[in-house]
Antibody
Framework: EVQLVESGGVLVQPGGSLRLSCAASGFTFSSYGMNWVRQAPGKGLECVSYISGSGRVRYYADSVKDRFTISRDNAKNSLFLQMNSLRAEDTAVYYC?????????????????WGQGTLVTVSS | DIQMTQSPSSLSASVGDRVTITCRASQSIGTYLNWYQQKPGKAPNLLIYAASSLQTGVPSRFSGSGSGTDFTLTISSLQTEDFATYYCQQSYSSPPYSFGQGTKLEIK
């Protein structure tokens, strides 16, 4: 069974740092791009970051660029999100989500499955 | 950046109703459009990918259509378990991909 399990969400003060983890199982982790998506309380979904299967390609939303860093350890089937200079507006449930299978060419992509999420609260 | 706009933002319907949710992109995105369902306290779940392809395990009462800038998600006969929030997502641009603001489907 394909499974994604996030961890690391806690209460942190503004300006603080946090590292989220996502443990993957049930598939060949290194063959898939991975994403972090967040959802502020009562709000919609926001894609935060993407990393390719090899880890060589990374993208970030403007809202987190230069503050967050996505990484992965394919030997340990794990995805990470290092979050620095945290702000109140970063408060959200953070989900990891697997990208669709890698294929040659420019084709539609989607996220499936998703983890259960981990709550990050930034407050003094 | 590609902006995704869903309508309506909320919708009340009854079991057995046929429901349509619309998603509009700020520029043409071909068929690079996905639909997700999210229930309270749960992660989103993929329903439709590439505008009209039904994800494995999703009931056939769900269908998607459209291309270019205008897309629809249709539920042919609402069931109790379908009351949830629905999001569209484009994957035309480089990541991170943008979502619509969501459509909350409530029981009338």
């Amino acid at each position: 069974e394909v499974q994604l399990v996030e961890s690391g969400g806690v209460l942190v003060q503004p300006g603080g740092s946090l590292r989220l983890s996502c443990a993957a199982s049930g598939f060949t982790f290194s063959s898939y791009g991975m994403n972090w998506v967040r959802q502020a309380p009562g709000k919609g979904l926001e894609c935060v970051s993407y990393i390719s299967g090899s880890g060589r390609v990374r993208y970030y939303a403007d809202s987190v660029k230069d503050r967050f860093t996505i990484s992965r350890d394919n030997a340990k089937n794990s995805l990470f999100l290092q979050m620095n200079s945290l702000r109140a507006e970063d408060t959200a449930v953070y989900y990891c989500a697997r990208d669709s299978p890698m294929v040659r060419g420019d084709v539609p992509r989607w996220f499936d499955p998703w983890g259960q999420g981990t709550l990050v609260t930034v407050s003094s | 950046d590609i902006q995704m706009t869903q309508s309506p933002s909320s919708l009340s319907a009854s079991v057995g109703d046929r429901v349509t949710i619309t998603c509009r992109a700020s520029q043409s995105i071909g068929t690079y459009l996905n639909w997700y369902q999210q229930k309270p306290g749960k992660a989103p779940n993929l329903l439709i990918y590439a505008a009209s392809s039904l994800q494995t395990g999703v009931p056939s009462r769900f269908s998607g259509s459209g291309s270019g800038t205008d897309f629809t998600l249709t539920i042919s006969s609402l069931q109790t378990e379908d009351f949830a929030t629905y999001y569209c997502q484009q994957s035309y641009s480089s990541p991170p991909y943008s979502f619509g603001q969501g459509t909350k489907l409530e029981i009338k």
